[in-house]
């Protein structure tokens, strides 16, 4: 059974400084990795998608990296900004009982102080 | 190019009620997964629908059950409401071929429902 854990649970920086947030996954056999953000009470913003046979993906400020064999994504973030605040969520896609199913960590908790 | 659309936004419903949430997948989308988001967790799967089939399921009741529509739309519903069933409800919609590369999940905004 896929694991995603997200550490740290919570993050506050001061605005202007960059960041890391990590995802780790007991299944390497994964299919792709998505890093999402969700801003109180709202729905789920897809933020970068990463294939199973790619490396990092890169949006503007963003940019995450996967290491399958390790179990590892980490989502990092220049020159944070107040309006990112929000909590950064990671989902595993993967193979189960022959369909693709999605599992997601528990989140990191971002406040950027102005 | 309209995304996942889910209705209603917001509900209250008493315990013991009945309710019926609904989706609208992304257009080019042919496959409808739901979650269950309690606060402060990540979000947790329920099922998923395939040509308007359940074909895989998570660890929830059977009072959780789900229907997709010929269009790719879906509804789920939750029968004999608990308390603890007062969750954020988000519906996904992906693109499914066997032998494709997969474009990821697109969510939608979800429903908050809260039971009383």
């Given at each position: 059974k896929q694991e995603v854990t997200q550490i740290p649970a919570a993050l506050s920086v001061p605005e202007g400084e960059n960041l890391v947030l990590n995802c780790s996954f007991?299944?390497?056999?994964?299919?792709n990795l998505q890093w999402f953000r969700q801003d109180p009470g709202k729905g789920l913003t897809s933020l970068l998608l990463i294939q199973s046979s790619q490396r990092e993906q890169t949006s503007g400020r963003l940019n995450a990296s996967l290491d399958k064999s390790s179990g590892r994504s980490t989502l990092y973030i220049a020159a944070s900004q107040p309006g990112d605040s929000a909590t950064y969520l990671c989902a595993v896609s993967d193979y189960s009982g022959g369909y693709q199913k999605v599992t997601f960590g528990t989140g990191t908790k971002l406040q950027v102080i102005p | 190019d309209a995304g996942v659309t889910q209705s209603p936004t917001h509900l209250i419903k008493t315990r013991g009620q009945q309710v019926t949430l609904r989706c609208s997948p992304k257009s080019g989308h042919d496959t409808v997964s739901w979650y269950q988001q309690a606060l402060g967790q990540g979000p947790q799967f329920i099922f998923q629908y395939y040509e308007e089939e359940e074909r895989q399921r998570g660890n929830f009741p059977d009072r959780f059950s789900g229907h997709q529509f010929p269009n790719y739309s879906s509804e789920l519903n939750v029968n004999a409401?608990?308390?603890?069933?007062s969750a954020l409800y988000l519906c996904a919609s992906s693109l499914a071929r066997s032998n494709s590369i997969s474009y990821g999940y697109t969510f939608g905004s979800g429903t908050r429902l809260t039971v009383v």
């Open positions: 007991t299944d390497s056999a994964i299919y | 409401l608990l308390l603890g069933d």
